[in-house]
């Protein structure tokens, strides 16, 4: 759908300068056309602007003379994702119930629901309005899916899973599998049944193939507006605040309790029982064996503080030499104290 710059910036709230123009999609500075938006919210790239062909940039107001159309924002970033919102298409174009879906007769659908072809619904599970259950999806027995939640292709909801509104679970995520619980038996492991839940809040999302258990008896929760990339591991019992971001591949072991605004670089690693605190930032391949204090910065393995933990990277490179050294010197503290024994005998 085309808009006009004038009536882009009156949705941004924001000032537009230079000619109108119509606008039907947006592109990078480099590989936008005439009727394209792009957009500069680096310093960096501002070399950029003199020779792109993009109909109009959205920048700031430093840099808005440097063009002929512009949207000027004090936010670049953040209004270039409200407009990229606008052009985005939505995946799927299906609309209501599959007749090849099978919906238990117990479970509840609100009829602005999508379900495609080949989705399964559970006895007594509820999928509220607007909410989208994309082919292959597996929903089971008692769940619930929240107003405008979405679950994509492949996506599992274990027994009691919960889902608040506007969820979204990208394909081949798994929510609500049992937790990782045994006890050493005469005869072997014997597994602890984990007869919890998984509650997920509102305007949560979690990416591609990524696994969030149930608890062992009450419930593993993420908490509102918390948002999750592929490849994630969240164990059983484990409490996520709200508005956390985890990077691809960060693993959190049971029983973990992760405040409000955290941060988790990739291949992060967190042991079980720890309490991670509000607004705590922990730098990629960290490997996390105590608690964490709120708004602390953390990386290395095991964990230290980050500048701490910058400061050995530059000197790790340097090890080899300085052993050099010093077994050099050790060699001639031993020479000296022979010396100095052979003069006191003579």
């Known amino acids: 759908m085309p808009f006009q710059l004038k009536e882009l910036a009156e949705r941004l709230g924001i000032e537009s300068?230079?000619?109108?123009k119509t606008i039907r999609g947006v592109n990078t500075l480099e590989k936008a056309g005439p009727d394209e938006i792009a957009f500069l919210a680096s310093p960096k790239y501002g070399h950029l602007l003199e020779n792109t062909h993009a109909g109009a940039v959205l920048l700031d107001e430093k840099h808005a003379p440097r063009v002929e159309s512009a949207l000027v924002s004090a936010h670049v970033r953040l209004d270039w994702a409200r407009v990229v919102m606008l052009f985005a298409r939505p995946q799927g174009s299906m609309r209501g119930r599959h007749e090849l879906a099978y919906v238990h007769p117990e479970a509840v659908i609100h009829e602005s629901a999508t379900v495609y072809p080949f989705a399964?619904?559970?006895?007594?599970?509820?999928?509220?309005?607007?909410?989208?259950?994309?082919?292959?999806?597996?929903?089971?027995?008692?769940?619930?899916?929240?107003?405008?939640?979405?679950?994509y292709p492949n996506v599992v909801l274990m027994a009691g899973t919960r889902l608040g509104s506007n969820v979204v679970i990208h394909p081949g995520t798994s929510i609500g599998a049992d937790g990782y619980g045994y006890v050493q038996g005469p005869a072997g492991h014997v597994k602890v049944p984990q007869i919890g839940r998984v509650e997920i809040e509102d305007d949560v999302e979690i990416g591609a193939n990524s696994a969030v258990d149930r608890a062992a008896l009450d419930a593993t929760r993420i908490g509102r507006g918390t948002k999750i990339d592929n490849l994630v591991q969240i164990a059983h019992n484990v409490q996520i605040g709200p508005c956390c971001l985890l990077v691809s591949q960060v693993g959190i072991a049971g029983s973990t309790t992760v405040g409000a605004g955290v941060v988790m670089g990739g291949q992060a690693g967190v042991a079980d029982n720890l309490s991670i605190g509000d607004g705590a930032m922990l730098a990629p391949q960290v490997g996390v064996g105590r608690d964490v204090p709120a708004k602390a910065a953390i990386g290395g393995s095991p964990q230290m503080e980050y500048n701490t933990y910058l400061r050995a990277g530059l000197a790790l490179p340097k090890l080899p030499e300085l052993l050099h050294r010093v077994r050099r010197l050790e060699k001639e503290i031993e020479s000296l104290k022979a010396a100095r024994e052979g003069g006191q005998d003579g």
Request: charged share 20%; hydrophobic share 30%; net charge negative.
């Open 17 to 20: 300068r230079g000619p109108d």
């Open 120 to 151: 399964f619904i559970g006895p007594r599970t509820e999928i509220g309005a607007g909410a989208t259950v994309f082919p292959g999806c597996y929903v089971g027995e008692d769940c619930r899916v929240g107003e405008g939640s979405t679950l």
